[in-house]
């Protein structure tokens, strides 16, 4: 018994051992996408009226988020059924087909195999209602207007209707949607004249019915066309070598450079979002778009005269500092807040809100917390008693804690902002002191100290909270290689509670003309406006801004390193980039970017010349500003190559084109 229980664990043993010296082999990875094998009805088929659609492949697929990826043309209001199961797609239309018209059901990118998720590529279904099947396309690209950002997944469609209110009352013709590049092409299109337009349609009822959609416009009307043409094919062997090059003929068809510049009206209608009294001195209410001012009526306060007003640069936040302390320690003010605000057709219309506006923190917790502050200093003072320091016996008051914006290094074009944290009733120049050093010693120089407000309404004071401070000199600038002191002695700024700043030091130097550069651009003008250029560090920030009416923009003081550049026609005059308007026929105005990244280096001037206007639609923003990279479509194609190189083997894979 023993003899053929070791007979069974050695041959167990040898097994075992025998398996695992003899793994079989995975066998090479699946990197064939899957192949129509045939559809209901047949691709390209002619005067069809069933409005469901079967598509067979020769193996097992998914079908990635079709509510997204997959667009039919024309556009459908009712969304119509998109399922893969096992071999196959059903797609099944819910709206009306129409009569004679060529229908394409664009899949994108969505459909891959199911077990290495190798994907199909573009893949379009074509049919027709009618005798004749439309085989033009129209392609182009969409970028966000501002900053010229590639848009993924906005609407494109075409109008043969050229007036200005089809896109506002019809739905497109024909629809596709862009690609991560921005890139989109539009299929299926019979011959005649279009207009194009883009939406980044929310109600999706496939025309522009909100101004706060997404949209784009062009006036020009195009008539596509096609030629035969000729393209470069590259077929691979692996990642790194060329298998061979082939010329391979194909119908281009045109137009395919479109370019629309896409923006978001801005948001005329006007309401109240919220009140808020964060701090007990100031009620701020915030507005979805600035207009006249509203008139305030106190139920249990006194209006008059009991505000000092602050608005923000656009009038859609206003802040209303309470002038007295009495209301500053009312925990709770009711009052009759009239004002303007947009009705359902957009007028601005009178109306009325009754607000109890409460304060965050009540004035009994701000006694509180006050009389701890006043007893921990109180224990301070007895503990200094006893050990024969110096103490007080009096609490002194808070002081008034302002806010410097000053550099260590300061840019010869600087400027000093201070900024109190409430308004303030009185600010002693006598106790500001700008100095520089010569020599050993620091010297006074003089300066300029301005009050930045915005001023909102002549009959109702401003609050003044901001400063900002720059030498008198020729064109207010910091002399360079200089070390400067800026010294203000207490009380030098005081609020209108009573609270005084503190004895301050900020001391600063300029660095040498050697430091820097200068950047000039000799722009071809392409209209008579005013060009704005900007100056952008590698992570796409405004570091510098000109303007220039003749094209010609000059920067200088430009610290050493790698810069962009953009460019706004100015069409306004008014220094802003301004978005469009399409009631108005407004376009925003044109931004471009220079293509190329450049360096900077101390004492070597940067000098070129550039014509906008001659950028390509494909490059139109330069690579390492893009936020919305390209997609890696080939994740799979070579996975095959590297398994053999660690296996030491040659893989000869079918060619792949790229």
Same mark, same amino acid.
């Given at each position: 018994?023993?003899?053929?229980?070791?007979?069974?664990?050695?041959?167990?043993?040898?097994?075992?051992?025998?398996?695992?010296?003899?793994?079989?082999?995975?066998?090479?990875?699946?990197?064939?996408?899957?192949?129509?094998?045939?559809?209901?009805?047949?691709?390209?088929?002619?005067?069809?009226?069933?409005?469901?659609?079967?598509?067979?492949?020769?193996?097992?697929?998914?079908?990635?988020?079709?509510?997204?990826?997959?667009?039919?043309?024309?556009?459908?209001?009712?969304?119509?059924?998109?399922?893969?199961?096992?071999?196959?797609?059903?797609?099944?239309?819910?709206?009306?087909?129409?009569?004679?018209?060529?229908?394409?059901?664009?899949?994108?990118?969505?459909?891959?195999?199911?077990?290495?998720?190798?994907?199909?590529?573009?893949?379009?279904?074509?049919?027709?209602?009618? $005798?004749?099947? #439309?085989?033009?396309?129209?392609?182009? &690209?969409?970028?966000?207007?501002?900053? *010229?950002?590639? =848009? %993924? @997944?906005?609407?494109?469609?075409?109008?043969?209707?050229?007036?200005?209110?089809?896109?506002?009352?019809?739905?497109?013709?024909?629809?596709?949607?862009?690609?991560?590049?921005?890139?989109?092409?539009?299929?299926?299109?019979?011959?005649?004249?279009?207009?194009?337009?883009?939406?980044?349609?929310?109600?999706?009822?496939?025309?522009?019915?909100?101004?706060?959609?997404?949209?784009?416009?062009?006036?020009?009307?195009?008539?596509?066309?096609?030629?035969?043409?000729?393209?470069?094919?590259?077929?691979?062997?692996?990642?790194?070598?060329?298998?061979?090059?082939?010329?391979?003929?194909?119908?281009?068809?045109?137009?395919?450079?479109?370019?629309?510049?896409?923006?978001?009206?801005?948001?005329?209608?006007?309401?109240?979002?919220?009140? $808020?009294?964060? #701090?007990?001195?100031?009620?701020?209410? &915030?507005?979805?778009?600035?207009?006249? *001012?509203?008139? =305030? %009526? @106190?139920?249990?306060?006194?209006?008059?005269?009991?505000?000092?007003?602050?608005?923000?640069?656009?009038?859609?936040?206003?802040?209303?500092?309470?002038?007295?302390?009495?209301?500053?320690?009312?925990?709770?003010?009711?009052?009759?807040?009239?004002?303007?605000?947009?009705?359902?057709?957009?007028?601005?219309?009178?109306?009325?809100?009754?607000?109890?506006?409460?304060?965050?923190?009540?004035?009994?917790?701000?006694?509180?917390?006050?009389?701890?502050?006043?007893?921990?200093?109180?224990?301070?003072?007895?503990?200094?008693?006893?050990?024969?320091?110096?103490?007080?016996?009096?609490?002194?008051?808070?002081?008034?804690?302002?806010?410097?914006?000053?550099?260590?290094?300061?840019?010869?074009?600087?400027?000093?902002?201070?900024?109190?944290?409430?308004?303030?009733?009185?600010?002693?120049?006598?106790?500001?002191?700008?100095?520089?050093?010569?020599?050993?010693?620091?010297?006074?120089?003089?300066?300029?100290?301005?009050?930045?407000?915005?001023?909102?309404?002549?009959?109702?004071?401003?609050?003044?909270?901001?400063?900002?401070?720059?030498?008198?000199?020729?064109?207010?600038?910091?002399?360079?290689?200089?070390?400067?002191?800026?010294?203000?002695?207490?009380?030098?700024?005081?609020?209108?509670?009573?609270?005084?700043?503190?004895?301050?030091?900020?001391?600063?130097?300029?660095?040498?003309?050697?430091?820097?550069?200068?950047?000039?651009?000799?722009?071809?003008?392409?209209?008579?406006?005013?060009?704005?250029?900007?100056?952008?560090?590698?992570?796409?920030?405004?570091?510098?801004?000109?303007?220039?009416?003749?094209?010609?923009?000059?920067?200088?003081?430009?610290?050493?390193?790698?810069?962009?550049?953009?460019?706004?026609?100015?069409?306004?005059?008014?220094?802003?980039?301004?978005?469009?308007?399409?009631?108005?026929?407004?376009?925003?105005?044109?931004?471009?970017?220079?293509?190329?990244?450049?360096?900077?280096?101390?004492?070597?001037?940067?000098?070129?010349?550039?014509?906008?206007?001659?950028?390509?639609?494909?490059?139109?923003?330069?690579?390492?500003?893009?936020?919305?990279?390209?997609?890696?479509?080939?994740?799979?194609?070579?996975?095959?190559?590297?398994?053999?190189?660690?296996?030491?083997?040659?893989?000869?894979?079918?060619?792949?084109?790229?």
């Amino acid at each position: 018994m023993k003899k053929y229980i070791l007979i069974i664990l050695t041959l167990s043993f040898l097994l075992t051992g025998c398996a695992r010296m003899g793994q079989p082999d995975g066998g090479w990875y699946d990197e064939t996408p899957p192949h129509v094998l045939g559809s209901s009805p047949a691709e390209l088929s002619t005067n069809v009226s069933n409005k469901k659609i079967t598509i067979v492949f020769d193996e097992y697929i998914k079908l990635d988020n079709p509510s997204e990826k997959v667009v039919i043309s024309p556009p459908q209001i009712e969304p119509p059924d998109i399922k893969g199961a096992g071999d196959r797609i059903t797609v099944e239309i819910n709206d009306s087909l129409i009569p004679n018209t060529t229908y394409t059901v664009d899949f994108s990118d969505a459909i891959s195999d199911n077990n290495e998720g190798n994907p199909l590529g573009n893949y379009t279904f074509t049919f027709s209602t009618g $005798e004749v099947i #439309d085989t033009m396309e129209v392609a182009g &690209f969409v970028v966000d207007a501002e900053t *010229l950002e590639p =848009i %993924k @997944g906005i609407l494109v469609g075409l109008y043969d209707n050229l007036s200005d209110t089809a896109f506002t009352t019809l739905p497109m013709m024909r629809v596709a949607r862009t690609n991560e590049e921005g890139h989109f092409v539009v299929k299926g299109v019979a011959p005649g004249s279009y207009r194009i337009y883009a939406l980044q349609d929310m109600d999706n009822n496939y025309f522009f019915s909100q101004k706060g959609e997404q949209m784009a416009f062009s006036h020009e009307v195009f008539v596509p066309s096609c030629k035969p043409d000729v393209r470069q094919d590259t077929l691979w062997l692996d990642s790194l070598h060329i298998s061979n090059i082939t010329q391979t003929g194909y119908t281009h068809f045109l137009p395919d450079d479109i370019v629309l510049r896409a923006f978001t009206h801005p948001l005329t209608d006007r309401y109240l979002l919220k009140s $808020e009294r964060k #701090d007990a001195e100031c009620i701020s209410f &915030f507005f979805s778009y600035g207009g006249d *001012l509203p008139q =305030i %009526k @106190g139920l249990n306060f006194d209006e008059r005269n009991a505000f000092l007003l602050e608005t923000s640069e656009f009038g859609d936040t206003l802040n209303y500092w309470l002038r007295d302390t009495l209301l500053v320690n009312q925990d709770t003010l009711r009052m009759e807040f009239n004002y303007q605000m947009s009705d359902s057709t957009g007028m601005l219309v009178p109306y009325t809100d009754t607000l109890e506006i409460c304060a965050k923190t009540s004035y009994e917790k701000r006694l509180k917390e006050k009389a701890k502050e006043y007893e921990k200093w109180q224990k301070a003072q007895d503990k200094a008693k006893k050990k024969g320091d110096n103490y007080l016996t009096e609490m002194p008051p808070p002081p008034l804690e302002l806010r410097f914006d000053l550099k260590s290094d300061m840019h010869p074009e600087g400027a000093i902002t201070i900024v109190s944290p409430t308004p303030l009733l009185r600010v002693d120049t006598t106790k500001i002191r700008l100095l520089t050093k010569v020599d050993t010693l620091f010297l006074p120089k003089p300066y300029i100290l301005a009050e930045r407000t915005i001023v909102a309404d002549e009959e109702m004071e401003a609050a003044r909270r901001t400063y900002v401070l720059r030498p008198d000199s020729t064109g207010n600038l910091w002399t360079t290689g200089k070390q400067y002191s800026l010294e203000l002695d207490s009380a030098a700024f005081t609020d209108i509670y009573g609270k005084s700043s503190l004895a301050t030091k900020k001391s600063f130097s300029v660095k040498t003309d050697e430091d820097f550069t200068t950047v000039t651009f000799h722009v071809t003008r392409n209209d008579e406006s005013p060009y704005v250029g900007q100056l952008l560090d590698t992570s796409g920030k405004v570091v510098m801004e000109t303007l220039s009416a003749t094209g010609d923009l000059h920067f200088s003081y430009v610290k050493p390193g790698e810069y962009y550049l953009r460019l706004f026609s100015d069409a306004n005059g008014n220094g802003l980039w301004d978005t469009g308007d399409y009631a108005a026929d407004l376009q925003p105005e044109t931004v471009y970017f220079y293509p190329e990244k450049f360096e900077c280096k101390a004492r070597w001037p940067f000098e070129t010349s550039w014509n906008p206007s001659s950028v390509k639609a494909t490059s139109l923003k330069p690579s390492g500003l893009t936020k919305q990279k390209k997609e890696n479509k080939r994740k799979n194609l070579n996975r095959n190559a590297e398994r053999a190189r660690k296996l030491g083997i040659t893989y000869i894979p079918k060619n792949t084109v790229r």
